[in-house]
């Protein structure tokens, strides 16, 4: 047996291509020039799968950047690969310029994946990345359900390096000779995933021998998790498609949110509800009849008597929509406001609100606002509660409760939009927290119908 074929890389690989890939499949592969990716173009050659390499150039480390191409591009010619390299350039740095370069990857992947006719899309991501995304779902307050972390067949993208540590990956390049190279910029601690790697990590190594195996039974420990929840929904359920309202009145209080996600996710699959399905829950025990409560801007949760429905939005009163970043396409007004999202520039008009897309975290929910909610306003230090702010953009107590806000996935209010134009014709108050600034790209603006 050669060194090739008896190396756990590609053993791990053939076992993903026999159980997850179909036969005479086209692959567009993303290729980065690091140690990964060019693994993954050698498994790609050796295993003879069809896929054309492509590679973003970002321009941002000089000549660097450009050697990096040069590799893809002279190893794709001598593999045998059609090879697509796309330069971008982009005046942005630290979290916005993570974020936006990852949109505009898969965009590119997801273009050049139905010009191809290509079935998949393959990346280079590795057991390191799924122990890093897991961490960062913790840190950040997921529920138990994203604990299961990325999957190695997800949405036609394929992950065949998922189950391989970075350790085996750069062994195996080492061995077999498969030339790489490496960004000086992985090695700063700038971003979350890499302040993970350089800070936290070794650390917890010195600290909890085996922290790195116990992380990795947490997307086991995740799906047992969903597998309890769905045979409490089962049971729970009346026909396969409604909720008995007693059974779930009655559902401990801490469950009840468990199986509305996952009774939303039964019905509606990718339906995101807002970040306060807690209080979702809690309003449904006391919902009357005939009343709803809206989970997105196409759909709502209703009571018919003795059930629970998930129904499309019906243009009734509204409570309030969740919205994902790509609804926003083809969405209608929402509490006589328009939304659309549009290349940033220096003018404004007077009778917009303008919000820097990338620091909103999807999905947002718009919704009234209640006592207590706080929010702070563009050009001030601190917070303010919004029922202050509304006093003082002398809107009288009797609309003040027609007034609503915008709130992030994070539960930070983006903007508070007040129920008529006030004296300056402005429709309401955008935070600091999503102010446009030189990095700005793109916005969503927001305007009355």
């Not at 190396?7 to 159980?19: C, E, G, H, L, T």
């Not at 960062?136 to 529920?143: E, V």
């Not at 469950?255 to 209080?279: C, H, M, N, W």
Request: with cysteine.
């Amino acid at each position: 047996m050669s060194k090739f074929e008896s190396s756990p890389v590609a053993k791990a690989f053939q076992k993903s291509v026999d159980n997850l890939l179909p036969d005479s499949s086209k692959l567009i592969a993303g290729i980065s020039g690091g140690p990964d990716s060019m693994a993954l173009m050698y498994l790609l050659h050796r295993f003879e799968i069809d896929a054309v390499m492509v590679h973003c150039n970002y321009q941002l480390r000089g000549e660097e950047s450009e050697k990096d191409q040069r590799l893809v591009e002279k190893m794709s010619v001598f593999w045998g690969f059609e090879c697509v390299s796309v330069r971008l350039d982009k005046e942005i740095s630290g979290a916005n310029f993570q974020a936006w370069a990852r949109d505009r990857r898969y965009e590119i992947f997801s273009d050049l994946k139905e010009e191809f006719e290509a079935d998949f899309i393959v990346t280079a991501h590795h057991q390191d990345d799924q122990i890093e995304t897991i961490l960062q779902r913790i840190l950040r307050g997921a529920g138990m359900q994203a604990w299961q972390g990325i999957q190695p067949l997800e949405n036609q993208l394929w992950r065949p390096l998922l189950d391989l540590s970075k350790s085996d990956i750069l062994t195996f390049v080492e061995e077999l000779n498969i030339p790489y190279r490496i960004d000086g910029s992985n090695e700063e601690s700038t971003y979350a995933r890499n302040f993970l790697r350089h800070n936290w990590f070794p650390e917890l190594h010195n600290f909890f021998p085996g922290w790195r195996e116990n992380i990795l039974k947490l997307p086991r420990r995740a799906s047992e998790y969903e597998l309890m929840a769905k045979e409490l929904l089962s049971q729970t359920l009346n026909d396969g498609h409604s909720l008995d309202f007693d059974s779930f009145k009655n559902l401990p209080e801490l469950i009840r949110p468990v199986i509305l996600y996952q009774f939303i996710q039964r019905e509606k699959a990718g339906v995101d509800p807002s970040s306060s399905l807690t209080q979702i829950a809690q309003q449904l025990t006391e919902l009357q009849s005939g009343k709803a409560i809206q989970l997105s801007s196409k759909y709502e949760i209703m009571r018919d008597r003795d059930e629970l429905v998930i129904r499309k939005t019906a243009g009734s009163t509204i409570s309030q929509v969740v919205i994902k970043r790509e609804d926003l396409q083809d969405l209608g007004a929402v509490y006589g406001v328009q939304f659309t999202i549009e290349k940033y520039s220096s003018s404004y008009e007077s009778e917009a609100l303008y919000l820097d897309l990338n620091k909103l975290s999807f999905p947002i929910t718009v919704r009234q606002w209640k006592e207590g909610d706080r929010f702070q306003p563009l050009g001030m230090e601190g917070t303010q509660l919004i029922s202050n702010h509304l006093t003082n953009r002398k809107i009288s107590s009797a609309q003040k409760s027609e007034a609503f806000l915008i709130e992030s996935f994070d539960e930070t209010v983006s903007a508070v939009i007040f129920p008529h134009n006030t004296s300056d014709d402005q429709i309401g108050t955008v935070s600091e927290t999503v102010r446009c600034s030189s990095d700005t790209e793109k916005v969503l603006v927001i305007r009355n119908t």
